[in-house]
């Protein structure tokens, strides 16, 4: 299956990122991807940055947005995972998070971001509370956004959980999480389908890495959409796929040293 990392850019006005995010899921279903990834809080707008407060926000206008975006997607037949705030319980801020809408319209899941930043603490989000995946044409996905780069164990339960992919959105991609994207796709034999803002993009483009740690595809920084295959039976994957991740799920449980110690070290 194809996939799409997309640049929109992210403003206070939820209108004009929603027409944005729509432009790019159709480019993206021009181009033959049955998913479209969006940053972290893309058609909401970033806390501080975009939202000056939460009594003020506008939940009425990302409403309609969100419905406008699940139409198209059915229209379209794609899924999309699209970076806004969720509202959650009225005592609490509400929650990061990272929208997935299925191909036949409607809110498949929601990923709340479970490590949040020191800033983000103080009355801006409520952290989740677990992992989530979901599957699209027999390939299953995990999600994290921003910061959780710097949690590798979340990376590494989502390998458990047997992902082919996680989808990773953030408002910017430094060369710190560009390395990070790197090793967490290498070390889990993933694919990570990383998005950023069109205005980040200078700093770090989205891009898709493969379970090898190498990019598969990038956006040019000016760039708006970045499409690859993901395909567990492309032979440029085999050493990652079918050697590499079971040996060090076996390494992880330990058999095969205990093996080792009783036998001398012979096969």
């Known amino acids: 299956m194809k996939i799409a990392v997309c640049q929109s850019p ?16 159709g480019e993206a279903a021009d181009k033959g991807a049955r998913l479209a990834v969006f940053c972290e809080t893309a058609l909401s707008g970033f806390a501080k940055d975009h939202v000056l407060s939460w009594s003020s926000f506008d939940w009425c206008a990302l409403d309609r947005e969100m419905e406008s975006t699940a139409a198209l997607c059915r229209e379209r037949g794609i899924f999309a995972a699209v970076g806004a705030v969720h509202r959650g319980a009225a005592d609490r801020p509400p929650h990061n998070s990272l929208h997935v809408f299925s191909d036949e319209g409607g809110e498949l899941l929601r990923y709340d971001k479970r490590f949040l930043s020191n800033s983000e603490l103080q009355g801006w989000y409520t952290p989740g509370d677990g992992p989530v995946t979901f599957s699209v044409d027999g390939y299953l ?43 967490h796709a290498g070390h889990n034999c993933v694919w990570i ?13 989205s891009g ?25 039976s492309d032979p440029a994957f085999d050493i990652a796929l079918n050697r590499a991740r079971p040996w060090r799920a076996a390494a992880r449980k330990g058999d095969i040293y205990r093996t080792a110690m009783m036998t001398g070290g012979k096969a």
């Open 10 to 25: 992210v403003t206070a006005d939820i209108a004009g990122n929603g027409l944005a995010i729509r432009k790019l899921i």
């Open 141 to 183: 996905f995990g999600c994290a956004i921003c910061i959780e780069t710097q949690f590798p164990e979340l990376f590494i339960d989502y390998e458990g959980l047997g992902v082919d992919a996680v989808l990773f959105a953030s408002m910017s991609l430094p060369p710190f999480f560009q390395t990070s994207t790197l090793a």
């Open 193 to 205: 389908a990383a998005a950023t803002c069109a205005e980040a993009a200078g700093e770090g483009p």
């Open 208 to 232: 898709i890495a493969g379970p090898d740690g190498t990019w598969v595809a990038q956006c040019a920084p000016g760039g708006r959409l970045a499409v690859a295959e993901i395909d567990r």
